[in-house]
């Protein structure tokens, strides 16, 4: 059984700081792409940053040059650091990793979710 377990969720001051982590655990075999999704009350999930096995990485718009997403592969850990937050990125944010699990050696990957910590950014 695999598991998304995140971490760092808080709450901070306009222009202030938050490290968000996720490790995987269970019977991996390799795992590709990891993300960070976030959701606001009353909207949708979107994506906010991905990083793919190789290190390639993609941002959503709002947060280029104030968000970094990063990975130990070591650890099957993905973090998000964020920088000069504001209100709007207040949401639940959620850790997405796709996944090559023992459970599902024949399929391949699947994606798994971790189970979201909260993030609020007060003005």
């Known amino acids: 059984q695999v598991q998304l377990v995140e971490s760092g969720g808080g709450l901070v001051q306009a222009g202030g700081s938050l490290r968000l982590s996720c490790a995987a655990s269970?019977?991996?075999?390799?795992?590709?792409?990891m993300g960070w999704y976030r959701q606001a009350p009353g909207k949708q999930r979107e994506l906010v940053a991905v990083?793919?096995?190789?290190?390639?990485?993609n941002y959503e718009d709002s947060v280029k040059g104030r968000f970094t997403i990063s990975r130990d592969n070591a650890k099957n850990t993905v973090y998000l650091q964020m920088n000069s937050l504001k209100p709007e990125d207040t949401a639940v944010y959620y850790c997405?990793?796709?996944?090559?699990?023992?459970?599902?050696?024949?399929?391949?990957?699947?994606?798994?979710w971790g189970q979201g910590t909260q993030v609020t950014v007060s003005s």
């Open positions: 269970g019977s991996i075999i390799s795992i590709n792409a």
């Open positions: 990083i793919r096995s190789g290190g390639n990485t």
């Open positions: 997405n990793a796709n996944i090559w699990a023992m459970s599902s050696w024949a399929t391949g990957a699947t994606d798994y």
